[in-house]
């Protein structure tokens, strides 16, 4: 980590939320996804990320919110850099635990967030409870009280959707491309295999592809791989298991694609989740 960067991380024992702080100045990391549902602050300096296709400015006390599968950066645009504090949830519990909170949930829905950032004070100063009550490991009850606050000042910014199999706003060969690499995302696939799949030439659909999820085929499918290899880091597999499972080349190929995204190495990472020596 150099001077101009720092990460502190934690993972909660009883939920799984991780806990992330962090500060960047000038690129802070390249395009990429969570499996996870974030919900966080920025706590000081201008915080400048993509999502949805759109370029979002968040200031201090401004909230962030981002889906699993959302393609985000971020940079800092000023000289002084940023610093926000983040919460990682697991979908099937975020979501199990927020449908206790609402009385009637659509059949066959699907939970979102309304907007990607939010000028919401509450809502801020809940997740600003949250985090520092898992982050710095309370008591139990503690915990639970602060994530449980927390969630019902959530419920304001989020929404039920219904489940489709296809997303009816982008082309349907991105969408049987982005199928099949979710599918077989730990092969050794081609584009013209995967052009042959969709019925296109390699050309048209690589330019389907970006133009949908904001990626190229390939840097997709490494996303894919690298989401997979948080969740067995985390869970204390050695980053030569990780590299040698999902594909990767080797450890230090798994190693420069998981910098890029994440700002860690897969070794610091591991270790931050699992307490696990390297």
Not at 16 to 28: D, P, T, V, W
Not at 43 to 64: A, D, I, M, W, Y
Not at 73 to 98: H, I, K, N, R, V
Not at 102 to 108: L, R, S
Request: aromatic fraction near 10%; charged fraction near 20%; charge should be negative.
């Amino acid at each position: 980590m150099d001077d101009h960067h720092w990460i502190e991380l934690s993972q909660d024992p009883d939920t799984g939320i991780e806990s992330i702080r962090a500060h960047f100045q000038g690129h802070a990391y390249d395009p990429h996804w969570h499996d996870s549902f974030l919900v966080g602050i920025t706590e000081q300096g201008v915080q400048q990320f993509n999502c949805r296709r759109v370029r979002h400015l968040s200031t201090p006390g401004k909230v962030f919110m981002l889906e699993p599968g959302e393609i985000h950066d971020g940079q800092a645009p000023t000289e002084e850099g940023f610093t926000y504090s983040m919460l990682y949830f697991d979908p099937a519990w975020l979501e199990q635990q927020l449908r206790l909170l609402f009385e009637h949930v659509p059949q066959h829905s699907q939970l979102g967030f309304a907007d990607t950032l939010s000028q919401d004070p509450g809502l801020a100063m809940c997740i600003g409870q949250a985090f520092q009550a898992l982050h710095q490991g309370e008591l139990r009850i503690v915990r639970q009280s602060a994530t449980d606050n927390l969630l019902a000042a959530l419920t304001r910014h989020l929404d039920w959707r219904q489940r489709q199999a296809f997303d009816p706003r982008l082309p349907r060969v991105a969408q049987v491309a982005r199928d099949y690499l979710q599918a077989h995302a730990f092969e050794d696939i081609g584009l013209d295999q995967l052009a042959q799949v969709c019925g296109v030439d390699r050309f048209r659909l690589s330019r389907a592809f970006k133009s949908a999820f904001g990626l190229a085929p390939h840097a997709y499918l490494i996303q894919l791989r690298l989401a997979r290899a948080r969740l067995w880091l985390a869970r204390g597999e050695t980053p030569a298991q990780v590299a040698s499972a999902l594909g990767f080349a080797d450890q230090s190929h798994l190693g420069r694609w998981f910098r890029r995204a994440y700002r860690l190495t897969p070794a610091d990472y591991r270790k931050r989740c699992s307490n696990l020596p390297d």
